[in-house]
């Protein structure tokens, strides 16, 4: 059940991804991110409210807390290197650091101990997102026509900070006690929107967007909070560090939906890195 879950959580997150990149390609990322915020503050509120908690403890909101200071940093530099449209640098550099990060602070600092086949599936995983993620152009992966704004080096350093702010995210909300419920994620959300909106202060104007945008960005931060209340669950079910590895497959799906929706060439290294993400899937569940 706990690789169901983390696997679940990453189908959202790749959704997420993928329609969160095109949203911040027509509308300024800030928006994008801090409305995002606000419709997964909405989300996890009702989600605690309706999930028993036994006892909330002010650690387990503290921990909710400083893992929505990593989500709210994780998709503003995520959300700003999409929108610069350097999402083959963005992303590989994203999802395979966080994952190494997380999985090397899981297993020295919280004593995680994953098996033969879980650690040869960490060891698939890396290459396989770096593949799924790369077109082998260098071009941006969800218009191939439109080139960057930016040289590579912007979207490195957007990759890098992203990747740190989900590693927090994750490692900081899977020490919260279950019997505190989803709170921890809520106080996340409220945690991610104060951070956010210093940055949101400095745009002004800039971000004012129709109702029917906003509507789209409020949506897409739910189902971010969605694939984060997963994740949370099978992290109370799984070793923490194959639970992150599960939820990091996340690229796959843009991958695929790009190739489905917006008409991407499926080139021999995606598909490689598709075949590797199965093979990791299998071994991190059966390990």
């Known amino acids: 059940m706990g690789a169901f879950l983390a696997l679940t959580s990453a189908v959202c997150y790749g959704i997420v991804d993928f329609t969160g990149g095109l949203l911040s390609r027509r509308a300024h990322f800030a928006t994008v991110t801090l409305l995002g915020q606000f419709g997964g503050l909405l989300l996890a509120v009702a989600a605690a409210l309706l999930v028993p908690a036994d006892a909330v403890r002010p650690a387990d909101l503290l921990w909710g807390a400083l893992s929505g200071v ?107 006690d279950p019997t505190s419920g989803l709170w921890p994620v809520a106080a996340g959300r409220v945690a991610a929107v104060l951070v956010l909106l210093p940055v949101a202060a400095r745009h002004g104007r800039e971000l004012r967007l129709p109702a029917w945008r906003c509507v789209q960005a409020l949506l897409i931060g739910a189902g971010a909070a969605l694939g984060l209340i997963l994740y949370l669950l099978a992290a109370q079910r799984q070793l923490l560090a194959v639970a992150v590895v599960l939820a990091s497959l996340y690229p796959a799906l843009p991958v695929v939906l790009g190739f489905a929706l917006l008409h991407e060439p499926l080139t021999v290294r995606r598909a490689v890195g598709l075949t590797g993400a199965a093979l990791a899937t299998v071994l991190l569940t059966l390990g």
Do not use: K
Not at 102 to 121: E, I, K, M, N
Not at 147 to 166: E, F, H, N, W
């Open 70 to 176: 990593g989500s709210g940093a994780a998709m503003h530099h995520l959300n700003r290197g999409l929108s610069r449209g350097a999402m083959s640098t963005v992303v590989p550099v994203s999802a395979v650091t966080s994952v190494a990060l997380s999985v090397l602070c899981g297993v020295l600092l919280l004593g995680d101990r994953p098996g033969p086949l879980a650690w040869t599936g960490f060891a698939v995983t890396v290459p396989a997102l770096w593949l799924v993620a790369d077109d082998g152009r260098g071009r941006p992966r969800e218009d191939a026509r439109r080139p960057p704004r930016t040289g590579p080096a912007t979207g490195i350093t957007d990759g890098l900070l992203a990747s740190a702010g989900v590693a927090v995210q994750y490692l900081a909300l899977g020490q919260a």
